[in-house]
């Protein structure tokens, strides 16, 4: 049985959204049980309107809800302790749930989850993952905006995670990595970016293939499973995406009602349109997976509506029964134990000296 | 009559894709001439393809030609001075030619750019400008990969030059600007980000309008007229968006070819795809302008066909049409003279303490 806690006050609509995706969840995994929170006046009805849920959620009054357009410190200050947003978090530390899920601000719940989680040992700062469709299938990006810039050593962990997080959620035993970077020679590259690229190829970890640099268009062509970069060219990188996407669905849509006969041609091709639409749809990938605390916290994008949040849901138990966190520890435990490699770097990076990166 | 210098050796097929190119843009702009730079044995054949071209090039030969794989330092040492790439730039210097068009290699094409026609007084560092493709028409966004990283100042250069050319391009007589950022709350932005927005705020240009800081998705939509980033996450920001594109176009092939009923609809709604084909096509909007430096060249893709080239001609002819080096000239002497008003910026900075930018 999978425990999830859920903050029902996070979104633009709150538990009218939340509440409908436990139950759309709760068809398709029905060994799960839940921890609601939030404000009772505002859950309850919707509770109400869903009696197939009754067995498998808890409700727990909370006065305070922290709002949307809060800032990470205001949030803190008023919602510390008491706010919906903290205790579902708060009930993964206390071991009531194995993973929270909140569509609430992301500052919010980043600073929330890092002051009540805590970073794991070893681990610098967490980071925001993502998961980006691609066109071999999905790939996973990560810091898509948890914090600016990374050094070396916080994108050596940034791959560690991100690699655990596909073995988890998509089986694949020794997920290939790249470092985010851009094409030019010479001016090629951050100094950081550069020196990560050392460090993940001498160490050979067994739990991942370091495969060298990768462009922005290489995220979409899933070059590689796991797209390392620090936290504002991921940003960033991500809302550039679904901003052409949308961009290019609205080509689309207004090329096909231009005229007669591309109206006829929709009304036949609709099937295919379906399937389009279906592939394009950005609430299948929806959720930011934070990474690198104790516990695993799953941010739904705030304007999804229920099947958008019960695939943030979806994310989470999968993360959850593949057991990720495990899974980061024991990819930690031999990255540290790789460490007196490590040591072999200097060396290693003077005989290397002039050879540039893949 | 405006005079165009072609480096006819760069790109993936060389004379083949140029000097199509050069009589398709003179069917266009009859008032051009071009001097074209090349090995004799390889442009020779091209030219004799085209006998319309006769009165309207004058070719040169130079023995070296610049790889598109050569590095930046090796193009300068084995192509300074007697590449086609380097001799067609200098004819921009010495005045020989108003405007310099090159498919060959990003990075050598900017160090010989910058090592023959330097940057101009009071720029510290020359940027790429990119023309986007938007809803609502067509944005610039620089810088798309001159350089790694930016200060302030350097921003604020960036966004005066980037205004400059959307006057020049596209007649906006007062274009609004917005840098790029990433939105979450408080650790919104680095800090270079946030002086350059101040600066831009408080020295109020009249040739510009600063509109605050701007998102990935806001690139697309058309937000701003022009996008002010550094390099790194300007060039990431470029190539996730082609890479998006691309991946969605392959989906619409898939999706319209998936069945009889679908290819019936595609048959119909041909003239929509065909619109919709156009709206997408990257060849339009081809062209990187190098702004700063003491003369325009522009960097067509190297992959590009004769169209494209002939695109990446349009950009350079329009701008040196509308006078862009007189109207960054200007533009960067308005700004210097209101230098004064900077100095208040200390203060102002003061008085605005823990207030946020839009």
């Given at each position: 049985m999978i425990r999830i806690s859920i903050d029902?006050?996070?979104?633009?609509?709150g538990p009218g959204v939340v509440v409908p995706a436990l139950a759309t969840f709760l068809e398709r995994r029905p060994d799960s049980r839940f921890i609601v929170f939030g404000r009772q006046e505002a859950v309850h009805p919707e509770l109400a309107k869903f009696p197939s849920l009754a067995s498998s959620v808890e409700f727990i009054h909370c006065d305070v809800a922290v709002r949307m357009d809060d800032k990470p410190s205001q949030a803190l200050r008023h919602g510390r302790g008491k706010s919906s947003m903290w205790r579902a978090i708060e009930a993964v530390k206390l071991g009531q749930a194995d993973v929270c899920i909140s569509a609430g601000n992301t500052g919010a719940l980043m600073a929330m989850a890092r002051f009540c989680l805590r970073t794991m040992a070893k681990i610098d700062r967490p980071a925001i993952a993502a998961i980006w469709p691609t066109t071999r299938g999905e790939s996973i990006v990560l810091d898509v905006g948890a914090s600016i810039g990374a050094d070396a050593h916080q994108l050596v962990d940034f791959a560690i995670l991100g690699g655990a997080m596909s073995r988890a959620l998509f089986q694949i035993e020794r997920p290939t990595i790249g470092l985010l970077n851009?094409?030019?020679?010479?001016?090629?590259?951050q100094e950081e970016v550069k020196e990560a690229g050392q460090i993940l190829r001498y160490t050979e970890l067994n739990s991942l293939v370091y495969q060298g640099f990768v462009e922005g268009d290489d995220i979409g062509k899933g070059t590689v499973d796991v797209v390392v970069t620090e936290g504002f060219s991921g940003n960033i990188a991500l809302k550039t995406a679904e901003g052409t996407a949308k961009q290019i669905a609205g080509y689309l849509r207004a090329a096909m009602s231009q005229s007669l006969m591309s109206k006829i041609g929709y009304f036949f091709a609709r099937g295919a349109f379906n399937a389009l639409r279906e592939k394009m749809d950005v609430r299948k990938s929806n959720g930011g997976v934070f990474l690198g605390l104790n516990g695993i916290v799953v941010k739904s994008h705030g304007g999804t509506d229920h099947e958008g949040f019960a695939a943030a849901i979806d994310l989470g138990y999968d993360m959850v029964r593949n057991r990720l966190i495990d899974r980061i520890e024991a990819d930690l435990q031999l990255f540290h134990a790789h460490r007196h490699q490590l040591s072999a770097l200097g060396r290693a990076r003077a005989d290397e000296e002039g050879e540039g990166e893949a």
């Amino acid at each position: 049985m999978i425990r999830i806690s859920i903050d029902a006050m996070g979104g633009d609509h709150g538990p009218g959204v939340v509440v409908p995706a436990l139950a759309t969840f709760l068809e398709r995994r029905p060994d799960s049980r839940f921890i609601v929170f939030g404000r009772q006046e505002a859950v309850h009805p919707e509770l109400a309107k869903f009696p197939s849920l009754a067995s498998s959620v808890e409700f727990i009054h909370c006065d305070v809800a922290v709002r949307m357009d809060d800032k990470p410190s205001q949030a803190l200050r008023h919602g510390r302790g008491k706010s919906s947003m903290w205790r579902a978090i708060e009930a993964v530390k206390l071991g009531q749930a194995d993973v929270c899920i909140s569509a609430g601000n992301t500052g919010a719940l980043m600073a929330m989850a890092r002051f009540c989680l805590r970073t794991m040992a070893k681990i610098d700062r967490p980071a925001i993952a993502a998961i980006w469709p691609t066109t071999r299938g999905e790939s996973i990006v990560l810091d898509v905006g948890a914090s600016i810039g990374a050094d070396a050593h916080q994108l050596v962990d940034f791959a560690i995670l991100g690699g655990a997080m596909s073995r988890a959620l998509f089986q694949i035993e020794r997920p290939t990595i790249g470092l985010l970077n851009v094409g030019v020679e010479e001016i090629k590259g951050q100094e950081e970016v550069k020196e990560a690229g050392q460090i993940l190829r001498y160490t050979e970890l067994n739990s991942l293939v370091y495969q060298g640099f990768v462009e922005g268009d290489d995220i979409g062509k899933g070059t590689v499973d796991v797209v390392v970069t620090e936290g504002f060219s991921g940003n960033i990188a991500l809302k550039t995406a679904e901003g052409t996407a949308k961009q290019i669905a609205g080509y689309l849509r207004a090329a096909m009602s231009q005229s007669l006969m591309s109206k006829i041609g929709y009304f036949f091709a609709r099937g295919a349109f379906n399937a389009l639409r279906e592939k394009m749809d950005v609430r299948k990938s929806n959720g930011g997976v934070f990474l690198g605390l104790n516990g695993i916290v799953v941010k739904s994008h705030g304007g999804t509506d229920h099947e958008g949040f019960a695939a943030a849901i979806d994310l989470g138990y999968d993360m959850v029964r593949n057991r990720l966190i495990d899974r980061i520890e024991a990819d930690l435990q031999l990255f540290h134990a790789h460490r007196h490699q490590l040591s072999a770097l200097g060396r290693a990076r003077a005989d290397e000296e002039g050879e540039g990166e893949a």
